[in-house]
C-alpha cells in the first residue's frame, strides 16, 4: 500500500509541475509591444540623447528575445514587466536630454551663423563684389534653415532638429573656411599689387 501512495503522489506531483510550467505562455504579445515602443524611441534619437537608458533597455530586449527563444515564458513575462519600467525611463531620459540637447545646438548655430556674418561685414573691403555678395546671399539662407530649427523644437522633433543644427553648422564652417581662403588671397593680390 505504501508503494502505492508513493507512485501516486510521485505522478501528482510531476502531473502539478507540468501544469505548473505549461501556465506560464509565452508573453509574445507584450513582448511585440515593447519591440514597437523600442523602434518608436530610436526613431526618437534615444541612442543620441540617452545612451546609456538605451543600452540597458537594449541588453534587455535582447535577454527577453533569448528567454523567449529558450521558452522559459516565467523569467521572460517578469523581464518583459521590468523593461516596461525601463523604457520608461529611457522615454523620459530621452525627452529631458534631447530637449536640452537640441536647443543647445539651435543656440549655438545662431552664434555661428552671427560670427559668420561679422566675418563678412569686416571683410567686404577686402573681398571681390561678387565674393562679398556670394557670402552675405549663404549668410541669409543659413539664417532661413536656421529659422525652421524652432518650428522642430516647438513640435518635439529634437532629433531632427539637432541633425539639422549640425547641418547647419557644417555648412557655416564650410563657408567660413571659403571667405577666410578668399580673404588671404584678396589681401595677397593687394599686397602685389603695391
Given at each position: 500500500?505504501?508503494?502505492?501512495?508513493?507512485?501516486?503522489?510521485?505522478?501528482?506531483?510531476?502531473?502539478?509541475?507540468v501544469?505548473f510550467t505549461?501556465?506560464?505562455?509565452?508573453?509574445a504579445?507584450?513582448a511585440?509591444?515593447?519591440?514597437?515602443?523600442?523602434?518608436?524611441?530610436?526613431?526618437k534619437?534615444?541612442?543620441?540623447?540617452?545612451?546609456?537608458?538605451?543600452?540597458?533597455?537594449?541588453?534587455?530586449?535582447?535577454?527577453?528575445?533569448?528567454?523567449?527563444?529558450?521558452?522559459?515564458?516565467?523569467?521572460?513575462?517578469?523581464?518583459?514587466?521590468?523593461?516596461?519600467?525601463?523604457?520608461?525611463?529611457?522615454?523620459?531620459?530621452?525627452?529631458?536630454?534631447?530637449?536640452?540637447m537640441?536647443?543647445?545646438?539651435?543656440?549655438?548655430?545662431?552664434?555661428?551663423?552671427t560670427?559668420?556674418?561679422?566675418?563678412?561685414?569686416?571683410?567686404?573691403?577686402?573681398?571681390?563684389?561678387?565674393?562679398?555678395?556670394?557670402?552675405?546671399?549663404?549668410?541669409?539662407?543659413?539664417?532661413?534653415?536656421a529659422?525652421g530649427?524652432?518650428?522642430?523644437?516647438?513640435?518635439?522633433?529634437?532629433?531632427?532638429?539637432?541633425?539639422?543644427?549640425?547641418?547647419?553648422?557644417?555648412?557655416?564652417?564650410?563657408?567660413?573656411q571659403e571667405?577666410?581662403?578668399?580673404?588671404?588671397e584678396?589681401?595677397?593680390?593687394?599686397?602685389?599689387?603695391?
Amino acid at each position: 500500500m505504501d508503494l502505492k501512495k508513493l507512485v501516486s503522489g510521485a505522478v501528482v506531483i510531476a502531473l502539478g509541475a507540468v501544469l505548473f510550467t505549461g501556465c506560464a505562455s509565452d508573453p509574445a504579445e507584450k513582448a511585440d509591444a515593447l519591440t514597437t515602443s523600442f523602434i518608436t524611441l530610436q526613431d526618437k534619437g534615444a541612442q543620441v540623447f540617452a545612451q546609456v537608458e538605451y543600452d540597458q533597455v537594449s541588453a534587455k530586449m535582447a535577454e527577453l528575445a533569448n528567454l523567449r527563444e529558450q521558452k522559459k515564458y516565467k523569467e521572460a513575462t517578469a523581464l518583459a514587466d521590468s523593461i516596461d519600467a525601463a523604457m520608461q525611463v529611457l522615454s523620459a531620459a530621452l525627452e529631458t536630454n534631447g530637449a536640452q540637447m537640441a536647443q543647445q545646438e539651435a543656440a549655438s548655430v545662431g552664434e555661428e551663423i552671427t560670427m559668420f556674418k561679422a566675418a563678412v561685414d569686416a571683410n567686404k573691403k577686402d573681398l571681390v563684389a561678387d565674393d562679398a555678395q556670394k557670402y552675405a546671399d549663404q549668410a541669409t539662407a543659413l539664417e532661413t534653415q536656421a529659422a525652421g530649427l524652432q518650428s522642430e523644437l516647438d513640435s518635439q522633433n529634437f532629433l531632427s532638429a539637432y541633425n539639422t543644427a549640425k547641418s547647419i553648422k557644417d555648412q557655416v564652417a564650410v563657408s567660413t573656411q571659403e571667405i577666410t581662403v578668399k580673404i588671404e588671397e584678396a589681401k595677397a593680390a593687394k599686397k602685389g599689387r603695391k
